[in-house]
């Protein structure tokens, strides 16, 4: 009937290391490449350079604005986009679980609206200039936490969370949002605002800095264990209310916990990158396509995944109109979009369609 | 393991479905919920095992209230067979039966030998190991019931609640599945829409009507044509099965009775 009968812990393991290998390749490469190109020896000497154990070891032979472009630079954008992608993905195949639908993105909680209209606010009207460069990263993420709780009330019926009302809230909320953000765009004379919040709103990681790291990658491995430490109670919400209640899931409980570190996850994620579309929903499709629903195998697996690919899109957004940068959004949607159709026409994989 | 259910009231929008229905389920019992669609037996099973929070009145299981107790207590003890619920998510067959062993796991355990051990016994005795590595969407209606059967073996719980488990299958599936559970030698208690079945296989029968307990007893004291008529309006035969020696109901359409019209509407409802 298809093809994702048999995925065991024996191959679950062997394709994590794969994909690790490919992880740590695809990193390589992207930091190759670029304006100056740098041998695959020097970036790995570099970076070992920095290392306490083995800076001794390492004989020095590298210009320091080679050093500059391999460690202030592209190191930290390559694992940004590593960190940025792997939170999207599995946030992405947390929602699907939590709302039982596989349509749904990680945006679906109003996150990426909410983040433009801070966004916007501060590239435009120049608010929280008090915080200097981290205004966009704070406003974004202040913008995201306001839907989000918005969505979040609206959605509660009695003490409940009622699935479709967050759905639809998600949908209500996010339109609101975006008509603020566009009235501040369209009552904006400056031009260079609003190509600013245009850029932003396609995302980039163009910006990345080791300091703007340590928060995301903080949050991704919290919420990663936790999403992979409960993932036979996400299996149970893919089957429905009924068999989570019955074998032992405090529905309600769990569900509150899964929005909060949904949102937490992706508010951070977008403070710091913009809303790059597309990752969070074809991934855990991706993934799911190759390992099966078990989330035991979909949570660590759509991390990998994910990590490579927005390594790759990033390095594509790098290279494609070089001296220019591509917004990495557009990159997502273009190599995601066919993808996306080719596995629709597919009739073996199901969407979680039912039989 | 006993269950009971004290003065049980439910209601959706200010309608009571449920109306102070009190039922007990003795160690070891299989228990039969009768009543015409509507009645309230699925209402009743769901307040049972906490889908539903009843309005008033209690759910005791063990004696104990089943909604001051963790949610993973009560799944260690009670089981659950529902109607039909589509699978959204394709799942393996080994997987599906496997997640019966939730209840049992803390957050940071693995699957053991034991729990794989579990799995594999719970397969076998519903029959179904070779379905093992399948995906449970390909499968029939008769292996998809026994596959949540045996889900609920694999969570060892004493207690089995079974919403219309026969729905939708042929007769053979529909007997072997019954015959499957009676000698499985658990508590059970099983909403049924087919009186010959329930009359076969129950020890004990509660009517349920218009969300109130009506009549209970051993089914031959519960099935009998007054209350064949009473309840779910039909006219039928009762005959003690050769044999079985359970009563066996034999169903006479309207048409094939010879009455006068009068009678006929206060027998018709």
């Known amino acids: 009937?298809?093809?994702?009968?048999?995925?065991?812990?024996?191959?679950?393991?062997?394709?994590?290391?794969?994909?690790?290998?490919?992880?740590?390749?695809?990193?390589?490469?992207?930091?190759?490449?670029?304006?100056?190109?740098?041998?695959?020896?020097?970036?790995?000497?570099?970076?070992?350079?920095?290392?306490?154990?083995?800076?001794?070891?390492?004989?020095?032979?590298?210009?320091?604005?080679?050093?500059?472009?391999?460690?202030?630079?592209?190191?930290?954008?390559?694992?940004?986009?590593?960190?940025?992608?792997?939170?999207?993905?599995?946030?992405?195949?947390?929602?699907?679980?939590?709302?039982?639908?596989?349509?749904?993105?990680?945006y679906i909680l109003g996150v990426s609206s909410g983040a433009t209209v801070g966004a916007t606010a501060v590239l435009i009207l120049g608010a929280f200039s008090f915080l200097g460069i981290y205004a966009l990263s704070a406003a974004a993420f202040i913008g995201?936490?306001?839907?989000?709780?918005?969505?979040?009330?609206?959605?509660?019926?009695?003490?409940?969370?009622?699935?479709?009302?967050?759905?639809?809230?998600?949908?209500?909320?996010?339109?609101?949002?975006?008509?603020?953000?566009?009235?501040?765009?369209m009552m904006s004379t400056r031009e260079g605002g609003i190509k600013a919040v245009m850029y932003w709103m396609m995302g980039s990681l163009a910006g990345a800095k080791w300091s703007y790291l340590l928060i995301p990658a903080i949050i991704f491995i919290c919420v990663f264990l936790l999403l992979w430490l409960h993932y036979r109670q996400l299996n149970l919400l893919l089957l429905g209310e009924e068999s989570s209640v019955t074998l032992g899931v405090n529905l309600h409980r769990f569900r509150m916990q899964l929005i909060i570190l949904i949102s937490l996850l992706t508010g951070v994620l977008v403070a710091v990158s913009g809303s790059i579309g597309f990752v969070g929903l074809i991934i855990p499709h991706i993934v799911?396509?190759?390992?099966?629903?078990?989330?035991?195998?979909?949570?660590?697996?759509?991390?990998?995944?994910?990590?490579?690919?927005?390594?790759?899109?990033?390095?594509?957004?790098?290279?494609?109109?070089?001296?220019?940068?591509?917004?990495?959004?557009?990159?997502?949607?273009?190599?995601?979009?066919?993808?996306?159709?080719?596995?629709?026409?597919?009739?073996?994989?199901?969407?979680?369609?039912?039989? | 393991m006993t269950l009971q259910a004290n003065y049980v009231s439910y209601s959706i929008h200010d309608q009571r479905i449920l109306h102070e229905v009190s039922i007990q389920v003795k160690e070891q019992q299989f228990v039969g919920l009768i009543g015409p669609n509507g009645s309230g037996k699925s209402t009743l099973l769901k307040n049972l095992y906490r889908l539903l929070k009843p309005e008033s009145g209690t759910v005791l299981l063990n004696e104990k209230d089943i909604f001051k107790q963790p949610s993973k207590t009560i799944a260690k003890s009670l089981a659950v067979v529902g109607q039909e619920t589509p699978i959204l998510f394709d799942f393996q067959v080994r997987d599906l039966v496997g997640m019966g062993r939730t209840p049992h796991k803390k957050l940071f355990e693995i699957d053991h030998q034991e729990d794989v051990r579990i799995v594999k016994e719970a397969l076998s005795q519903t029959g179904i190991a070779h379905l093992e590595t399948r995906n449970f969407s390909s499968l029939s209606g008769g292996e998809k019931k026994r596959v949540m059967v045996a889900r609920a073996l694999a969570q060892q719980a004493n207690i089995l609640i079974l919403d219309e488990p026969t729905n939708h299958l042929d007769i053979q599936h529909q007997l072997q599945l019954m015959d499957l559970i009676q000698t499985l030698h658990l508590t059970v208690i099983a909403a049924l829409h087919d009186l010959n079945i329930a009359a076969m296989y129950c020890d004990q029968i509660y009517v349920l009507q218009h969300g109130s307990i009506v009549s209970y007893g051993t089914p031959e004291e519960v099935l009998t044509p007054a209350l064949l008529r009473d309840v779910f309006g039909v006219y039928a035969e009762i005959q003690t099965h050769p044999l079985t020696g359970k009563p066996h109901l034999t169903y006479i359409s309207e048409q094939f009775l010879k009455v006068d019209p009068k009678e006929t509407s206060s027998i018709i409802i």
């Not at chain 1, 083995?54 to 202030?72: A, G, H, K, P, V």
């Not at chain 1, 969505?151 to 909320?173: K, T």
């Open chain 1, 1 to 106: 009937m298809n093809n994702q009968t048999q995925f065991s812990n024996k191959k679950f393991i062997l394709f994590s290391i794969v994909l690790l290998l490919v992880l740590g390749i695809s990193i390589t490469l992207s930091i190759m490449v670029g304006s100056v190109s740098i041998t695959p020896v020097y970036v790995w000497k570099v970076i070992f350079s920095k290392i306490p154990l083995f800076q001794n070891l390492i004989e020095t032979d590298w210009s320091r604005s080679q050093e500059i472009i391999i460690w202030q630079i592209r190191v930290p954008r390559v694992l940004l986009a590593a960190i940025v992608g792997a939170g999207l993905a599995i946030a992405g195949a947390a929602i699907q679980a939590l709302v039982r639908n596989s349509i749904a993105d990680p």
């Open chain 1, 144 to 185: 995201a936490f306001i839907s989000v709780l918005f969505v979040f009330f609206l959605s509660r019926v009695g003490r409940r969370i009622s699935i479709i009302r967050l759905l639809l809230a998600g949908i209500a909320v996010s339109l609101i949002l975006s008509a603020i953000s566009n009235f501040i765009l």
């Open chain 1, 288 to 355: 799911r396509l190759i390992v099966g629903s078990n989330y035991k195998y979909v949570i660590p697996i759509s991390a990998l995944l994910g990590g490579i690919f927005l390594i790759w899109a990033d390095t594509l957004s790098r290279i494609l109109i070089a001296p220019e940068e591509m917004p990495i959004g557009i990159i997502t949607a273009i190599c995601g979009g066919p993808f996306f159709i080719w596995l629709l026409r597919r009739n073996n994989y199901s969407f979680g369609e039912g039989d």
